[in-house]
């Protein structure tokens, strides 16, 4: 789901939502294509084209799976396909990760200080450091308490640790933080 997310909100906007439905939602039947309901609040021009970009784009990432794409907005009219997914869809309902001026500050330090001795070992760190940030959006509570109080922490890799907090309408990144750092600074 975070994939689907991902490049649907890259290519639709932040304020889009992403509903599967279909045989993929049941873990018991094998097979099939992946169904996606993309819900945008404003008009979309040329409609085919963005659904077959999406559909292109997320068989991509999904490692050549078959993806039917079905828009929702304003200016089109409204099938059958388009009940069904909403009824008995699956709502994408992650919270957005932000990121605080600190944290991307602290992000960039750790990539141009490990950068300067191995550019392929920065690269596989900040990814990392990429995929912690995006879990908190489908499990906000999956990281251990942070030591700040109302804060949580994920640990991409041994030596480093994510801090961040979640507000009502945002999961706010906080601090990367390497364990040679003092902090919080006491």
């Known amino acids: 789901m975070q994939a689907i997310r991902e490049v649907v909100r890259r290519e639709c906007g932040s304020d889009t939502r992403v509903r599967l439905f279909g045989s993929r939602l049941d873990d018991t039947r094998r097979g099939g294509d992946v169904d996606v309901l993309v819900e945008i609040d404003r008009p979309i021009e040329r ?5 077959a970009r999406l ?5 991509r990432r999904l490692d050549g799976r078959s ?3 079905v828009l929702s907005a304003p200016n089109l009219p409204r099938r059958t396909g388009h009940r069904v997914a ?7 309902t992650g919270v957005k990760v932000r990121w605080t001026p600190e944290a991307l500050e ?8 490990i950068a300067a001795e ?5 690269l596989r760190l900040d990814q990392r ?11 906000p509570e999956m990281g251990r308490p942070g030591l700040i109080a109302g804060t949580r922490e994920r640990i991409p890799h041994e030596s480093d640790r994510v801090v961040y907090e979640i507000a009502p309408s945002a999961g ?4 990367v933080v390497h364990s040679a750092r003092n902090w919080p600074a006491v």
């Open 47 to 51: 409609p085919a084209l963005l659904s």
């Open 55 to 59: 559909s292109a784009m997320l068989s």
């Open 67 to 69: 993806v039917d794409v």
């Open 86 to 92: 909403e009824e008995k869809g699956q709502l994408e």
């Open 106 to 113: 602290d992000r960039l330090q750790i990539w141009d200080y």
């Open 118 to 122: 191995d550019p392929q070992a920065a």
């Open 129 to 139: 450091i990429a995929g912690t940030v995006s879990l908190p959006e489908e499990h």
């Open 172 to 175: 706010w990144i906080l601090a």
